[in-house]
């Protein structure tokens, strides 16, 4: 009972990858037989008079309906093969003795066995389809047959390549990330006995690892996750120096979005990517995997994050994406010409209708072969371009971010912060530096604030300025100091002892200020405080009114 139980459960179980690979394949095909019935029945019915026309068509939707029905799972692999070659048979008939206008539907089953297969088995799909056309001019010739059959075997041969060779790169990058996940995995379990031992091994790869609890809490990072984010080693859990963003120099990510964040949620992901900027000013590319870690004797089940630094793999990518450039740059000549000859050919009066439809045929398809070529080159070009231009921003939402991203640690330390802003703050400012500021001043004062202490942010509109000032109750600034606090690597005594730092983040939180012509002023007292206003050009297409605004 029990063995036949079982084979009823995988009876009905849901279809593994391969089948669903195999499901979605034939679909996409039958959906476009299916479009273009729709479209004969209304253009064209007397097409469906013709026997191979009708029986070809009959054919993709038996196949397509066999292809759901059979137990992929229990078939051998190269089974699988059958359908796309069944698949070229019938659009062959579909395609004969109609000009080949539905010879594109080929693009279906030629992908699939480039994709999927070995190249032989490409070389004799393609070999078939030559086969048909040759058939198809045999019993219907015609002058242009030669041409008709070289253009379409050269077009699927190019797209038949195209999908092979992006696939097997697919593959490559696949069992290489693989392998470097097994051998991480297999480290992290025999080091997971000693503690000890675990903590001189993390601490020695360039890997950042950090460790979480189900409920989110920080147990533990190495030396590498604390070096990227620019933690204090002390207390991981005051606010990272280093930014993530979605792109390069582009907006921070959410904070709900951070990597960190889903893994305290409780979400398993792979190789997320991510820009960071760190605090040394120097962008970094990182893979970011979380994974769960098996509860051990005294211990409950954690998360495991794991930050991979693949810049070098990144720039390797920019290389290939030149070499795009290069390919696209060579392809506009020839297309070129093309279209010129084929234009000129055009405007030959005693062309045939015929003719003149295939002509315009080669002159739109070698427009859109040029297209695509200048958006390759574009693409190149711009893929790793940084965005150094201003534009319109509100200075209040990148406010209100800021401090959302800092609110745990604030809440952690018992620190109060308060906003309060007006309704607009408009600005015409790089975005990127104008949160970078924002991050430096919130991150600062709840730093060096002590429990039960009070952050307040005031942004208003005043005139042609918007002013933004940040002021908190905590370690403050002596006078004998605060001349210096501007100064690269200075740091009074007081802040040495209380978190850890640079020395840096001031100065340039100034120079960034000062190169969107604004201000930037700070007043301090040793045990009382520090206030930091910071005062930028009001958006030339703000609007005139500067009446009173509600605060948030």
Request: aromatic share 6%.
């Amino acid at each position: 009972m029990a063995t036949e139980r079982q084979s009823a459960d995988a009876a009905f179980a849901a279809p593994g990858t391969r089948t669903r690979s195999i499901w979605l394949t034939q679909l996409v095909l039958a959906a476009s037989v299916v479009m273009l019935c729709v479209l004969v029945l209304i253009l064209q019915p007397t097409l469906f008079a013709r026997w191979n026309f009708a029986l070809g068509m009959l054919a993709l939707v038996v196949l397509t309906m066999a292809t759901l029905a059979l137990p992929w799972a229990r078939l051998p692999r190269n089974a699988a093969l059958a359908v796309p070659f069944l698949d070229a048979l019938a659009i062959g008939l579909v395609a004969s003795d109609t000009d080949l206008r539905f010879a594109f539907l080929w693009v279906f089953p030629v992908m699939w066995v480039g994709m999927h297969f070995r190249i032989v088995y490409l070389a004799a799909m393609l070999a078939l389809v030559g086969t048909i056309l040759l058939i198809d001019s045999a019993l219907a010739p015609d002058d242009q047959a030669s041409l008709r059959i070289f253009t379409v075997l050269l077009s699927l041969t190019f797209i038949g390549i195209t999908a092979h060779l992006a696939m097997r790169q697919t593959h490559a990058l696949r069992r290489l990330l693989g392998r470097q996940a097994g051998r991480l995995t297999v480290a992290l379990d025999r080091a997971s006995a000693q503690e000890r031992r675990t903590n001189e091994i993390l601490n020695g790869v360039d890997t950042g690892v950090a460790r979480l609890s189900p409920s989110g809490e920080v147990l533990a990072v190495n030396e590498a996750y604390t070096r990227l984010y620019g933690l204090d080693p002390l207390d991981p859990s005051l606010p990272a120096r280093s930014v993530e963003y979605t792109e390069l120099r582009g907006m921070p990510m959410p904070p709900s979005s951070r990597p960190f964040a889903r893994a305290a949620r409780g979400e398993l992901f792979s190789d997320a990517r991510v820009w960071l900027f760190t605090q040394d000013g120097e962008w970094r590319v990182l893979s970011v995997t979380a994974k769960p870690l098996a509860a051990a004797a005294n211990e409950e089940a954690s998360i495991l994050l794991v930050v991979h630094d693949v810049t070098a793999i990144t720039h390797a990518q920019r290389e290939r994406e030149r070499l795009a450039a290069m390919a696209s740059h060579e392809l506009k000549h020839p297309l070129t010409v093309m279209i010129g000859n084929a234009e000129l050919a055009l405007e030959t009066e005693d062309l045939s209708p015929r003719m003149r439809q295939r002509l315009e045929a080669i002159v739109s398809a070698s427009e859109r072969m040029l297209d695509m070529a200048n958006s390759m080159l574009y693409t190149s070009r711009t893929a790793f371009a940084a965005r150094e231009s201003f534009d319109d921003l509100d200075l209040r939402q990148i406010v209100i971010d800021s401090v959302d991203s800092f609110r745990a640690t604030a809440n952690t330390h018992e620190v109060e912060v308060s906003l309060e802003l007006d309704e607009r703050l408009p600005v015409t400012a790089d975005g990127f530096r104008v949160r970078q500021v924002v991050d430096n001043l919130v991150s600062n004062a709840i730093k060096y604030t002590g429990r039960d202490g009070r952050v307040r942010i005031v942004g208003e509109v005043e005139g042609d300025t918007v002013s933004l000032v940040v002021s908190d109750t905590g370690i403050g600034i002596g006078q004998s100091e605060l001349p210096h606090i501007l100064t690269p690597y200075f740091r009074t005594e007081r802040a040495k002892e209380t978190a850890s730092g640079t020395g840096l983040g001031l100065g340039i939180t100034r120079e960034i200020v000062a190169a969107h012509g604004g201000t930037l002023s700070i007043d301090s007292e040793a045990g009382v405080g520090t206030t930091v206003s910071v005062r930028l050009p009001r958006s030339v297409h703000a609007h005139a009114s500067t009446g009173t605004e509600s605060r948030a």
